[in-house]
Nanobody, 124 residues
Framework: QVQLVESGGGLVQAGGSLRLSCAAS????????EGWFRQTPGKEREFVAA????????YSRDSMKGRFTISRDNAKNMVYLQMNSLKPEDTAVYYC?????????????????WGQGTQVTVSS
C-alpha cells in the first residue's frame, strides 16, 4: 500500500503564492506518474497537473500553465505544486495522486492512490 500526505495549503491573498508538497511512503514504486487534482464543493475533481518519472509534465489548461509548476524529487519520494499569482477561483481542496503506471494521465479514475487533501483558500 502507498500513502500520500499533502501539506502546504492555507489562506493566501490573491496574487500570492503557495507551494504544496506530497510525501509518498509505504510500498512506494519506481517510475510511477503522479498528479495534482483539486475539488470544490458540489463539483467533480478537476485535473491540475501531472508529472512522469523523467520530469515531463502536463497541465490542465492555459490558465494554470504559467502560474502552476509541478515538480518531483524522486530520491525523496516527493511531489510539489508551486502555485503563483493565485486567484480566488483557485480556492479548493488540492489532492495528490499516484499511478502505478509510468504514463501521466488527466483522468482521476486512472490514479490508484490518493492523499487526504489540503485546503487552499485565496481571498480577494
Amino acid at each position: 500500500q502507498v500513502q500520500l500526505v499533502e501539506s502546504g495549503g492555507g489562506l493566501v491573498q490573491a496574487g500570492g503564492s503557495l507551494r504544496l508538497s506530497c510525501a509518498a511512503s509505504g510500498r512506494t514504486f519506481g517510475r510511477n506518474a503522479e498528479g495534482w487534482f483539486r475539488q470544490t464543493p458540489g463539483k467533480e475533481r478537476e485535473f491540475v497537473a501531472a508529472i512522469d518519472w523523467s520530469g515531463i509534465s502536463i497541465y490542465s489548461r492555459d490558465s494554470m500553465k504559467g502560474r502552476f509548476t509541478i515538480s518531483r524529487d524522486n530520491a525523496k519520494n516527493m511531489v510539489y505544486l508551486q502555485m503563483n499569482s493565485l486567484k480566488p477561483e483557485d480556492t479548493a481542496v488540492y489532492y495528490c495522486a499516484a499511478r502505478v503506471s509510468v504514463a501521466v494521465s488527466t483522468v482521476s479514475r486512472e490514479y490508484d492512490y490518493w492523499g487526504q487533501g489540503t485546503q487552499v483558500t485565496v481571498s480577494s
